[in-house]
């Protein structure tokens, strides 16, 4: 929220000596004159001016008040601090989705000739940007195994203008060294992007191990109960002002301010919501790799994942997400979904309620066979997203489903 755009309501809160779970409650409260508990809505398009002279300021930057909600409102100015507090980033601008916000951090700052280096385990949509629509504007893409840091090194033997990465990936949690990996991009003249959704910043502040731009589908955790769509954008000040500003400002993709206050009351409980899914979620992970009809199972902490060793130093647990094999393939991948009477069969996650889905067929179905293979995403995986219930039921409705 701009400065002088602040004094339109009354600020409450931010000493720089409240911890996170203080800020995650408290972070960002501005109180209208009314002095009301829970922050304010204010759901309106546009503003009005006291006089001709104080519009013509406000567009000429010369004052930083409101003027259109597509650029600035109060209850999503509220949500970009609370955010950005949680994230200990130094600023953050909030999006009408995620995919919006990975967009924009990406667009924002490319031009036709740049060079682009990415992980090759990535989001569907997230490829489909990388490989289809930044090629069409002469900007190159280089793909790598984001754990072969070998593979990073020659990507960075040329200059590069952006990184783009998750970590842990969608669907089967690979792990990235991000201190590594920054390290080599900043070498190479990167800025690096990181896709923290499956972490959220309660687990994992990727900007501690040098990244510089993080980006959320803020839908997810931070929602948490499926409610509404958003996302966000998180980095210092000048790429904040004088690059995502203004190409959010004259794109549109702007969050609501319903939206943003359904996503402020999330961070209130974010932290308690995401360590019940982390311990839900380890525990289901033991659970089912001990069941027969299971071939496999991903979970970033465990004793068995490739780089549990690495997922440890950079997390504070492994997250909400479990990925498994189940024996056979796309047919009895499907018998498992359909026997399931308590955990829904839903492309998201993050939400209270456990979701799962079968991702070579869904979210990731866009890309060639081959590439699936490669990426570990057969016709057997299944994703699935542990919600809040009681895990006892969880593995039971788990265990009737198996064969």
Partial sequence: MDQSARSLVRATSNPDGWRRATQQVRGGTRRSDFGETSEA?????????????EAEARFKGEDDGFIYSRFSNPTVGMFEERLALAEGAPRCLATATGMAAVNAALMCQLEAGDRVVASRALFGSCRYILDEILPRFAITVVLVDGSDLEQWRQAFSQPAKCVFLETPSNPALEIIDLEAVCHLAHGAGAQVIVDNVFATPVLQRPREFGADIVVY???????GQGRCLGGAVLADEDFCENLLKPYLRHTGPALSPFNAWIMLKGLETLELRVARHAANAAEIADFLSGQEGIERVLYPTRHDHPQQALARRQMSAGGS???FDVTGGKEQAFDFLKRLRLVDISNNLGDAKSLITHPATTTH???PAGERQHLGINDSLLRL???????EDIKEDLLFALP
């Fill in 41 to 53: 809505m204010f759901l309106t398009s546009g503003y009005v001016y006291e006089s001709p002279e």
């Fill in 217 to 223: 589908s803020t839908t997810k955790h931070i929602d």
């Fill in 321 to 323: 997400v479990v990925a």
């Fill in 365 to 367: 179905q866009r890309l």
């Fill in 385 to 391: 997203s542990v919600g809040l219930e009681d895990p």
